[in-house]
Structures are given as structure tokens and as C-alpha cells.
């Protein structure tokens, strides 16, 4: 994708084609944007953007964020990386490798060209927290040697390499901590709590609760969230972030699984497991910053977003029953 004289905008999206990556492609594309969706398809699906690919607004690139990238474009959303557990610990060395290389990568795209660059970071760096809810100024309760220290700590290197840019070389930079995001287009087998609950209702299979249940998370539906990351992208350049996007409604995960049911109208079990290490007890986001910087809040509640989700997921699993199957377990990093 060359510089040409058009006056849309040129935007690159990184992990364009995973769960969050498409909306936003989707999303960007509605609003008259050309978009370059750059993707290695370790947890992405072509399936994800097909739509997109005979729009002469979009372009797809298979490319690894962890190998430098020379195109020209106006705006860098850095999307690239696995985000849910089973996934980013597969291969954790490549996870912190595509955090932290990745972003050094786009980061010096970004100076090269002097275009804003938004972070995909996340709830995570504030680990198990021991302040709730939680605010930008929490610095994090996080395990720097477990297993889910591949995700969390790569992501918040990714943070200091950001503000080390934005200090040092004035780049124009905007950090998302993201909650927990659910809708479709999630991968089926991605062994998050929403996915989880709603594929193995439909299947008929009992609904995994890990621990006793009670621990707690914000859900927030994608269409939400994508609108907080262009907001953000989009706001002034002294708004650098971090800004928590999520949704403040917080529900145990015993709650959302009695709501998935109700929801799905499923007749299913509840089958205790063992709970995650380093696991956290509880997620909510204080989103006054998101308020009052973007005007923004979500507007999609829990139970109009489960139905979106859960009639995607219907769909999937009623046209491909063996997509679930084929899609898991990721084993290809490029
Ligand atoms: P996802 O796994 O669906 O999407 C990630 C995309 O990045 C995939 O398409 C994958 O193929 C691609 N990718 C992974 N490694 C890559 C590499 N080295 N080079 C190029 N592409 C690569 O996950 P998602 O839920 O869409 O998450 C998107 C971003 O948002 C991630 O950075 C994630 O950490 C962040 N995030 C998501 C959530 C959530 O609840 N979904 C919460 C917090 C943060
Ligand atoms: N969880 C669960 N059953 C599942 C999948 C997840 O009880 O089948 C729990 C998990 O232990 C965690 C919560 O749901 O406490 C959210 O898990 P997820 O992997 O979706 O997100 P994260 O832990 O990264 O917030």
C-alpha cells in the first residue's frame, strides 16, 4: 500500500484479523478509511475478515509484527498478539516476543513515518489486583515468573517501550487498557469464560466453572470497545493514555454461566474444575478517565450482548460442526 494522492486516511491494523482486529477493520472501513489488516493467523481466521477481501478499501497482509514492517500509512493500531490464556501459553516465548519485539517494530514504524500509534494492552497488567476497582494510577499486582507472566509482562514492557518513545522521541502515542471483551467472532475453542459457557451450552456439554465461581470480571461487548479505541485513536495528541475500556458491570462467573443457560436455554450441567494458577480474584474497571478524556461509556448491555454472541455462535457451529475441532489447538506461529 503506497502513499497516493487520496485524501482517505491509510490506517494499519496489526492482528487485523483476530476477534477485535476485524470490528475494527469493519468499523474503519464503514467510516471511509482504506485499512492494511496485517496478521500472522496464529489465533486470526481469513474466515474473520472475508467479507473485507474484494473491498478495494482493504488489504490483507500475512506478516509476523515480531519482523519490521516498511508501508506507509497515517494512523497504527497495534492489535497483534494472542489474548486469551490457552493461546498466548502455547507458545509463551513467542507470546512476549510479539509484545515486545512487535512493538518495537511498530514503534519504529510509527517514528519513521511520525503517525500516532494506539496499544492493544490490557486489564493485565494490573495482575491479581489488590485495589478494586481498578484505575490507571494502580501500578499492578502482577507475577513476573508464572504462566500468564508471557502475556502480562510482555504487555506491560510494551507499555514502558511506548511511554520511553513518547518521552524521548515525542512520538504521538495512545495506550488501551482493555477488560475482558466478548462477542462474535471469537474464536470457539479459545478457552475464554464467555466462548467457553456459550459453546458448550449449545453442544449440550456441561459448563466448565473454574474454582468455586466466585470470582469476578466486567464483560464488554466488542462494538463498545472498538468505539473507545477510535475515540482514543482520534482524541488530542496530549491524550496519551493509559485509559481503562471495559464495562463496570461486574458479575461473578458462577452468574454468567446461570445467565448463559437461561440465555441458551440449555439443559447442562455445572462441572467444578480446577481454578487457573495466579488466576485473579476479581476485575472491574474505573472508566472515569475513558469518560471524561472520550466522552465515552459502553452502551450494550450483558444480555443484548450475549444474544448477539450467542446467535453468532448458533451459526458457526450450526453451518460447521467441526469448527470448533479444526480451529484449535493454534500450532503455527507464521
Ligand atoms: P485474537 O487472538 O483474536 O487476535 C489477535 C490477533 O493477532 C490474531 O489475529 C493473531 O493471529 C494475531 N497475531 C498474534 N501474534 C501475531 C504476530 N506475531 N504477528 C502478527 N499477528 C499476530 O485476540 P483479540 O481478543 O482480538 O485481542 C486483540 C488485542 O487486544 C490483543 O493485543 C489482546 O492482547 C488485546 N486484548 C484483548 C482483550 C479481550 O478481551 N479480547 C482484553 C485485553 C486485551
Ligand atoms: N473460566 C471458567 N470456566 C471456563 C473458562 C474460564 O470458570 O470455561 C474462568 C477463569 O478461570 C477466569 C474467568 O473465567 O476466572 C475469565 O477467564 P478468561 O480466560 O475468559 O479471561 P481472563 O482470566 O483472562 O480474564
Known sequence: MGRTYSRQKRVLVTGG?????????????????????????????????????????????????????????????????????????????????????????????????????????????????????????????????????????????????????????????????????YGPRMHPDDGRVVSNFIVHALQGRPITIYGDGSQTRSFCYVDDLVEGLIRLMNSPDEVTGPVNLGNPNELSVRELAEFVIEKTSARVELERCDLPVDDPRQRQPDIGKARELLGWEPTVALEQGLERTIAYFRDLLGEDSGAVARLAPPDAAA
Request: aromatic share 10%.
Open 17 to 181: 484479523a483476530g476477534f477485535l482486529g476485524s470490528h475494527l477493520c469493519d468499523r474503519l472501513i464503514a467510516a471511509g478509511d482504506d485499512v492494511l489488516c496485517l496478521d500472522n493467523l496464529f489465533t486470526g481466521t481469513r474466515r474473520n475478515i472475508a467479507h473485507l477481501l474484494d473491498n478495494p478499501s482493504f488489504e490483507f497482509m500475512r506478516h509476523d509484527v515480531t519482523f519490521p514492517l516498511y508501508v506507509e500509512v497515517d494512523q497504527i493500531y497495534n492489535l497483534a498478539c494472542p489474548a486469551s490464556p490457552i493461546h498466548y501459553q502455547h507458545d509463551p516465548i513467542q507470546t512476549t516476543k510479539t509484545s515486545v519485539h512487535g512493538a518495537i517494530n511498530m514503534l519504529g514504524l510509527a517514528k519513521r513515518l511520525n503517525v500516532p500509534i494506539l496499544q492493544a494492552s490490557t486489564s493485565e497488567v494490573y495482575g491479581d489486583p489488590a485495589v478494586h476497582p481498578q484505575s490507571e494510577e494502580y501500578w499492578g499486582h502482577v507475577n513476573p515468573i508464572g504462566p500468564r507472566s508471557c502475556y502480562d509482562e510482555g504487555k506491560r514492557c510494551a507499555e514502558t517501550l511506548f511511554f520511553d518513545y513518547h518521552r524521548q522521541l515525542g512520538l504521538r502515542i495512545k495506550v488501551a487498557r482493555i477488560f475482558n471483551t
